[in-house]
Nanobody, 118 residues
Framework: QVQLVESGGGLVQAGGSLRLSCVAS????????MGWYRQVPEKERELVATLDLTGTTNYAEFVKGRFRISRNSARNTVYLQMNNLKPEDTALYYC????????????WGQGTQVIVSS
């Protein structure tokens, strides 16, 4: 079973930065990918960025050039550096980790709130 602990959300002014962290306890399962998604009320959860075991990254168009996903493999931690934040980035941000063996959906964190004021 995988446990995830997220941190780093908060309130920031537009143009500011935040760094989200997600520590995964995987009990020796192999991590296939780690990523961040976000959700606002009445909308579906959407991909922000993912990083797979080969180091390949995938970013949503709306964060390219502003957000950067990275990983500390030794600590089973994935980070999301968010720069030049905009009010429309306000959302609940979720960490997701997929492992082998594991499900295609993976495990979700509890979410960390990001609020960007204008």
């Amino acid at each position: 079973q995988v446990q995830l602990v997220e941190s780093g959300g908060g309130l920031v002014q537009a143009g500011g930065s935040l760094r989200l962290s997600c520590v995964a306890s995987t009990h020796r399962l192999t991590i296939v990918s780690m990523g961040w998604y976000r959700q606002v009320p009445e909308k579906e959860r959407e991909l922000v960025a993912t990083l797979d075991l080969t180091g390949t990254t995938n970013y949503a168009e709306f964060v390219k050039g502003r957000f950067r996903i990275s990983r500390n493999s030794a600590r089973n931690t994935v980070y999301l550096q968010m720069n030049n934040l905009k009010p429309e980035d306000t959302a609940l941000y979720y960490c997701n980790v997929r492992t082998f063996p594991g499900t295609t959906e993976g495990t979700w964190g509890q979410g960390t709130q990001v609020i960007v004021s204008s």
